[in-house]
C-alpha cells in the first residue's frame, strides 16, 4: 500500500512538471503552468491598485495599464517592455507604444500564446476591449483579425499607416507545439470621443 502511494505521488509530480501526453498527440498543459497564471492574475490586481495610488510597482514592473477583454476572460496587468522575462509575466506594451496619446499610430500588446492571450480566438469583429489607465478609460472595438507569417509581422505593422489603433498580438496557431510560425493579429479602432 505504502509503495503505490509512493508511486502515484511521483507521478503527480511528474504530471506538475511535465504535463502528459494523450492519444493523437494531443498535450495537456502542465498544472504548474496553469497554477503559476492564477497566481499572477491574483498579484496582477494588486499590482494595478498598488500603483494607481501611489505611482509606484513592486520589483522591476512598469505597470502601465489593465486590459479587459470580456469575450475572451481576458482581465490583467499590462507592463511595458516586451523583453522574453516580462512576457512570462503579463502582456507587454511593446517599448514605442504610447497608450495615453491620443491619435499616436499603433499601440502593440503582446502576450503568449498559451497564457494570457489563450482566448483570443474566440474574438471576432465588433468585440471590445477596454484599457484602463492611470487616470482614464479607454474602448476599442475590433474591426479587423489576421494571421501573417511571423518574419513578415515585425515589418507589416510598422507599415500601417493608422490613428489611436491598438494590436493585439501573439503567436499562432494556439495549439502549437514549439515556436510558432505565425502571428494572430487583431486590430482594434478607439470608440472614445
Known amino acids: ?67 479587459a477583454v470580456p469575450d475572451a476572460g481576458i482581465k490583467t496587468l499590462v507592463i511595458l517592455g516586451d523583453s522574453k522575462e516580462n512576457l512570462l509575466k503579463y502582456p507587454c506594451l511593446v517599448e514605442n507604444g504610447n497608450l495615453l496619446q491620443q491619435n499616436s499610430g499603433i499601440k502593440i500588446i503582446s502576450a503568449h500564446r498559451d497564457m494570457h492571450f489563450r482566448n483570443l480566438h474566440k474574438l471576432k469583429k465588433g468585440d471590445k476591449i477596454y484599457i484602463e489607465l ?10 479587423m483579425i489576421e494571421i501573417v507569417s511571423k518574419e513578415k509581422a515585425g515589418d507589416y505593422l510598422r507599415a500601417r499607416r493608422v490613428t489611436d489603433t491598438l494590436v493585439l498580438l501573439t503567436c499562432y496557431p494556439f495549439k502549437y507545439t514549439g515556436p510558432a510560425p505565425e502571428r494572430y493579429i487583431i486590430w482594434a479602432e478607439s470608440r472614445n470621443n
Open 1 to 67: 500500500m505504502k509503495k503505490s502511494r509512493i508511486n502515484y505521488f511521483k507521478l503527480l509530480i511528474l504530471l506538475q512538471v511535465y504535463g502528459i501526453i494523450i492519444g493523437g498527440g494531443f498535450i495537456v498543459k502542465p498544472l504548474y503552468h496553469w497554477n503559476r497564471n492564477i497566481l499572477l492574475q491574483m498579484k496582477a490586481k494588486s499590482i494595478w491598485i498598488e500603483w494607481k495610488l501611489s505611482n509606484t510597482a513592486s520589483g522591476n514592473l512598469k505597470p502601465e495599464a489593465w486590459l
Open 134 to 143: 492611470k487616470e482614464q478609460k479607454k474602448t476599442y472595438e475590433i474591426f
